[in-house]
Each structure stands twice: as structure tokens, then as C-alpha cells.
């Protein structure tokens, strides 16, 4: 059974680089498209990006600035930093499989940006 | 860049009742390319319909999906008391990527 879970600091700093990892349990990690998703408290969805299992990338635009994905196979790992954060970037991350459709989730993780 | 609209923004209804909500996008777009979800408080969304129509892994038959153009719609045939929840529409394009509507919320009345 496909498990992904998320995992990273709860707390960035104004201007630092916030920076999450994504691992899998139930499968291998090249055979799936990987996205991060994005949801502010009581707000909706924002898909941040993916990492193709060849390590190519597709980035949202407004976030492309500021964005690196990377995956390890090794560690069965994908990971997500974003840059120069501000308290706009307090969110729940979510990791996400798929192409079209985005069928296994994470059960996401709350990362707030504060002094 | 495809803009996902949904409505209502809320819909209160009763256990048992018939729910529709409705996603119209900005122009017209493949139905292989539209999915819904549902998102209870606390929990990550779940995938629902996928190519517009097609019921995902486990999902009960209750839920319909419809629709195609720029006009899809989500159908509960019956609401059971674990179906208040947020539901949202999503597209996935070769340009713009994974875009979500805003979400409906169904809520008890």
C-alpha cells in the first residue's frame, strides 16, 4: 500500500529557505509523478510543482523563482525548497502522486513563517 | 491559463437529500483532465472522479461526476452524515500544470 508522508521544520523564518521532504513506503519512488500541493489555513489548493521520476521539474510560474525539487531514489525521497519565504508561505504542504490526477496523498504538514 | 469557478460556495442540505455542485472553467478543456475531491477538516483531500466521469479506488456510487466543455458537475445522490465536507474541483493542463477551483462546502442544514 502506497504511504507518503511529510516531514520538515513546523517553523521558517522570514527570508530563510523552507525545506520539506516527502517519503514513500509501498512502492518505489520512480514510478510515480510527484507534486506539491499547498493549502493556507482555511483557504483552498494551490499546486506548487512537480518532479518527474526523471528528475525534471514543472513549477508553478508564480512560485518558479523560488523553487527546487529534487528527488533521491536512493532514500525513496522527494523534496521541495522554497526561497526568500514570507508569512504568505504559512501553509500546509501537502505531497501528492500523479499526473492528472493527484490519487495518493501525504497527510500534510504545517509549516508557519514567523520571526 | 485555464480559471476553475465553482458554485455554490456552500450548500446546505440534509442527510439523505440530493447534492449537486457545479465547476465551470474558464474555456473549454478535456474531460480526461478534470477531476473532484473531497476534503474533510484536518485530513488531505481525496481524489473522487477522475476524467470527469470515472469513480476513483473505493469511491461509492453515490457520487457521479458529469460534464464536459466548460460545464461539470458533481452529483450526490444521497447525502450520508460523512459527506459534509469540502469538495474541489481540479485541472491538470500541459501549460498551466494543476490548477484548483475555489471548493464548494456542503454543510448540514
Redesign the interface.
Known amino acids: 500500500q502506497v504511504q507518503l508522508q511529510e516531514s520538515g521544520p513546523g517553523l521558517v523564518k522570514p527570508s530563510e529557505t523552507l525545506s520539506l521532504t516527502c517519503t514513500l513506503s509501498g512502492g518505489s519512488i520512480i514510478s510515480f509523478y510527484w507534486?506539491w500541493?499547498r493549502q493556507p489555513a482555511g483557504r483552498?489548493?494551490?499546486?506548487i510543482?512537480?518532479i518527474y521520476p526523471s528528475g525534471n521539474t514543472?513549477?508553478?510560474?508564480s512560485l518558479k523563482s523560488r523553487l527546487i525539487m529534487s528527488l533521491d531514489a536512493s532514500k525513496n525521497q522527494v523534496s521541495l525548497k522554497l526561497n526568500s519565504v514570507t508569512a504568505a508561505d504559512t501553509a500546509v504542504y501537502?505531497c501528492?502522486t500523479?499526473?492528472?490526477?493527484?490519487?495518493h496523498?501525504?497527510?500534510?504538514t504545517l509549516v508557519t513563517v514567523s520571526a | 491559463e485555464i480559471v476553475l469557478t465553482q458554485s455554490p460556495g456552500t450548500l446546505s442540505l440534509s442527510p439523505g437529500e440530493r447534492a449537486t455542485l457545479s465547476c465551470r472553467a474558464s474555456q473549454s478543456v478535456s474531460s480526461?483532465?478534470l477531476?473532484w475531491?473531497q476534503q474533510k477538516p484536518g485530513?488531505?483531500?481525496?481524489?473522487l472522479i477522475?476524467?470527469a466521469t470515472s469513480r476513483?479506488t473505493g469511491i461509492p456510487d453515490r457520487f457521479s461526476g458529469s460534464g464536459s466543455g466548460t460545464d461539470f458537475t458533481l452529483t450526490i445522490s444521497r447525502l450520508e452524515p460523512e459527506d459534509f465536507a469540502v469538495y474541489?474541483c481540479?485541472h491538470?493542463g500541459t501549460s498551466?500544470?494543476?490548477?484548483?477551483?475555489?471548493?464548494t462546502k456542503v454543510d448540514v442544514k
Request: hydrophobic share 30%.
Open positions: 507534486n500541493i483552498g489548493l494551490e499546486w510543482g512537480r514543472f513549477y508553478n510560474p501537502y501528492a500523479g499526473d492528472h490526477d493527484l490519487d496523498w501525504g497527510q500534510g | 480526461d483532465s477531476m475531491y485530513q488531505a483531500p481525496r481524489l477522475y476524467g476513483a474541489y481540479q491538470y498551466a500544470g494543476v490548477t484548483f477551483g475555489p471548493g
